[in-house]
C-alpha cells in the first residue's frame, strides 16, 4: 500500500500524537498547518482523511454532525503490509529474478540491522 505525501505526513502526524485518541478533521488541519506552515484548505484534509479511512488505516465514527476518527493501522503494522505487498509485488512483476536480487541486496545489509529485523520478525 502507498501513500501521497500529504496521506505520509497526516499518517506521520497520528502515529506521533494522536495514535490512541479520536480526532476529527478539524483538529487535524490545525495542527497540520501548524507543524507544516502550508496553508492547507480544510477540505484537502477532509479528502485525505477520508482516503486514508477507505485504506483502512483509520476508523470513523458519527459523533453528532461530525466524524470522528482514530488509528486503526499501527506504524508497524502498516510496514509490515506495505513490506509484504512490495515484495509480492515485485515477485509477480519479475518473478525469481527479483527475488535472486533481494537475496543478493541482503548480503550487504549491515549484520546487526539484519539480526534487529529478524528479531522484529518474530
Known amino acids: 500500500m502507498k501513500l501521497g505525501e500529504l496521506e505520509k505526513t497526516i499518517m506521520t502526524h497520528l502515529w ?26 480544510y477540505n484537502t484534509i477532509l479528502t485525505v482523511i477520508t482516503h486514508l479511512y ?21 506504524k508497524d503494522e502498516f510496514l509490515t503490509r506495505a513490506s509484504k505487498m ?3 509485488g515485485l515477485q509477480k512483476d519479475y518473478g525469481s529474478l527479483a527475488l535472486s536480487h533481494f537475496v543478493d541486496t541482503l548480503a550487504e545489509i549491515d549484520p ?7 528479531k522484529k520478525a518474530s
Open 112 to 118: 546487526a540491522l539484519l539480526a534487529r529485523a529478524r
Open 86 to 88: 512490495l515484495v509480492a
Open 16 to 41: 506521533e500524537h494522536r495514535s490512541r485518541e479520536p480526532f476529527t478533521v478539524r483538529d487535524v488541519t490545525q495542527e497540520i498547518r501548524s507543524r507544516t506552515k502550508r496553508p492547507y484548505a
Open 54 to 74: 477507505e485504506k483502512k488505516l483509520l476508523a470513523r465514527s458519527l459523533a453528532g454532525k461530525t466524524f470522528s476518527y482514530r488509528v486503526k493501522v499501527s
